[in-house]
């Protein structure tokens, strides 16, 4: 069955909530009375539709009904979780809280507040239990990171409820045990901010220097690593209490400002944003936010190939999905594995994209196939793999610079030791190339076919015996050179 999220707040962080929502097969009503509203979530579902799946190797749902309500009775009826993104002004929040619940009794209400607390935001409220802080970070639909925050008030099966609910999407929620103003990243961030204007403020750097000095050095190791695990590595052999004895008497020199705040004026105001727009004003916002998602998604899939950081959230948030794919979504439709876009590198002396590009998006999609059934990085470790025997091409059309593609999966037959695939590499509806491929499964260390484990033939056969339903490709089977009709 469908579920249904209000997202009540419509602007960056709630359309994130509502495109993460979306993509992650639930029914989504918005309510904003900003008459751009619309327009503005359109542009960030947008985004996230060329993003979010480029981080899945397992086929994405159905996407769910997006709604956009003019009251917020209309958003909150029958929704099964409701997330408040409203301006940061607790009396607003109030009155949004009290006419969600009167309507809608009994709901889990996130906040994305990134300051209050949440013992704040349950005053006077009709049912306060159910009113937590699950703030995220930008763009919500990329980036894990929820931080969970009830009150003695909440009970703990609901806010283990919301937790449930936030992995289902593919977030992490990190369980803050004590409320505290601005959580813990906020808390953490605002010092970085302070400091950084008064080193602007105080000429020493400018906004570009500064975020310079953080993308080029430390950011990259946060990224993967935070803060404490840094500081570990950074202590060597001897560990964090070497460190600690290292750098501990630090903490009394005058390095930073953390204590003084530097005067908000129009003069400090004038000059970050002058800074700020020399260094980034030759792009658009929807620019830059292409920029760092394409980036993200780099970041982040290096750390799941290596099952770490963030990308561990990623790699479990698939194996959800593949359990529930396994347990009733193999459908007869050929299966969405991978999406792409076509880069720089793609693409040769006539604009278009290059032979061996063509067979990349094919691997990519076989190899995402591959991991659905269970014949992962884990499975080649244990010495078994899939090894491609035999592959026809057939280049249909032109890929040109910027387009985005769609790798498709049919399983023509399976048997124990065989894999026969058709795959379209698709530009919208049009299908740009085919590639059809035989594999075997090999024993790798006798070097020989074998029959695949149990838990793959488990995964593999249904999927085979549903898309028996389908049509045969009228390509399938063809030999190089064969005439068409």
Known sequence: ?????????GGVIGGGWAARFLLNGWDVAVFDPD????????????????????????????????????????AVEGAQYIQESVSERLELKHRVFAQIQQVAPGVLIGSSTSGFKPSQLQENAADPGNIFVAHPFNPVYLL???????????????IEQAKEILREIGMFPLHIRKEIDAHIADRFLEAVWREALWLVKDGIATTEEIDEAIRMGFGLRWGQMGLFETYRVAGGEAGMKHFMAQ?????????????????FNDELVDLIAGQSDAQSGAYTIRELERIRDSNLIGFMRA???????AGRVLREHDERRRAAFH?????????????MQVLSGWIDYNGHMTESRYLFAASETSDAFLRLIGSDMDYVASGFSYYT??????????????????GTLQVLAADEKRLHIFIRIMKGEEAVATIEQMLLHVD??????????PHVLDRLIPIARAHQALPRPEAAGRFTGQRKG
């Not at 979010?52 to 769910?64: F, I, Q, R, T, Y």
């Not at 750390?303 to 950081?309: I, S, Y």
Request: contains cysteine.
């Open 35 to 74: 008459p751009q509203a619309e327009r503005k979530i359109g542009e960030v579902l947008a985004n996230a539709r060329a993003a979010l799946p480029a981080l899945s190797d397992v086929p994405m749902p159905a996407e769910g009904r997006l709604s956009f309500a003019g009251t917020i009775t209309e």
């Open 444 to 453: 790798m260390k006798a070097g020989r076919t074998v029959a695949a484990g």
């Open 327 to 339: 347990d009733g979504e193999a459908t007869g439709a050929p299966l969405v594995m991978a999406q």
């Open 389 to 406: 025997a035999e592959s026809h091409i057939m280049h249909l059309g032109e890929a040109k610079l910027g387009d985005r593609l769609t």
């Open 303 to 309: 750390l799941k190939d290596r099952n770490w950081g």
């Open 144 to 158: 894990p990171l929820a931080e969970v925050v009830p009150s003695p008030a909440n009970p703990p099966q609901a």
């Open 1 to 9: 069955m469908t579920r249904k999220a209000a997202i009540i707040g």
């Open 247 to 263: 750098f501990g008497p630090c903490l009394q020199w005058p390095w930073t400002k953390l204590t003084d705040v530097p005067e």
